[in-house]
């Protein structure tokens, strides 16, 4: 029996670099298109020193605006996140 050599596809997403899991998309892209969001940026790299730091509820009705504003500006919740928590740390600095 001879073995097939296997041609790994790279995600289609400009920057990814990740390997296909479905229809031209790493499995992170992937989901996104399930979820109904147009993939378009990288998925950022995890184990970076990175910890979950803010567990915090919302309303879904503000849930659902924040994420309709976020994705005018082109953020995640995590990089809102982010920018808030550094000018707040920054702000104490000083």
Do not use: F, N
């Amino acid at each position: 029996m001879r073995r097939r050599a296997v041609r790994h596809r790279k995600c289609q997403v400009a920057g990814c670099g990740r390997d296909v899991h479905s229809r031209g998309y790493c499995a992170s892209h992937y989901r996104q298109l399930l979820r109904g969001t147009v993939p378009s940026r990288p998925i950022r790299e995890r184990g970076k020193g990175e910890k979950p730091v803010l567990a915090v509820r919302l309303p879904g009705s503000l849930i659902s605006t924040m994420d309709r504003q976020l994705r005018k500006v082109g953020l995640s919740r995590a990089e809102l996140l982010e920018q808030l928590v550094s000018r707040w740390v920054r702000r104490l600095a000083h």
